[in-house]
């Protein structure tokens, strides 16, 4: 059975930063894709970041130089570093994963992946 946690969220004032944890069970953090996504209240849930196998990475244009993701193969756990935050990345953040091949143009896109967490909130005030 597929799990994933999210947890690392909270709230913090502008500027400052917090790291997301994502631990899985039941899949594999060394294989596959995984990504990153959020979504504010009204507003469709949109792609992060995401990484592949290989460790090749790929991000929201808007949030590059902010958000890093990377992985811990040995402790099957993924992560996303979020740094300089604004009031506007506000929203619960997810983490997804899938285990189909994904082009490097849908790795950011929520319908292309299976598994799901249950979100962190991630709360930014002035």
């Known amino acids: 059975q597929v799990q994933l946690v999210e947890s690392g969220g909270g709230s913090v004032q502008s500027g400052g930063s917090l790291r997301l944890s994502c631990v899985a069970s039941?899949?594999?953090?060394?294989?596959?894709?995984w990504g990153w996504f959020r979504q504010a209240p009204g507003k469709e849930r949109e792609g992060v970041a995401a990484?592949?196998?290989?460790?090749?990475?790929r991000y929201a244009e808007s949030l590059k130089g902010r958000f890093t993701i990377s992985r811990d193969i040995a402790k099957n756990t993924v992560y996303l570093q979020m740094n300089s935050l604004k009031p506007e990345d506000t929203a619960m953040y997810y983490c997804?994963?899938?285990?189909?091949?994904?082009?490097?143009?849908?790795?950011?896109?929520?319908?292309?992946?299976?598994?799901w967490g249950q979100g962190t909130q991630v709360t930014v005030s002035l």
């Open positions: 997804a994963a899938d285990s189909q091949l994904l082009s490097p143009s849908r790795r950011l896109s929520p319908t292309a992946y299976d598994y």
């Open positions: 990484i592949d196998s290989e460790d090749k990475t």
């Open positions: 039941g899949f594999s953090v060394a294989n596959d894709y």
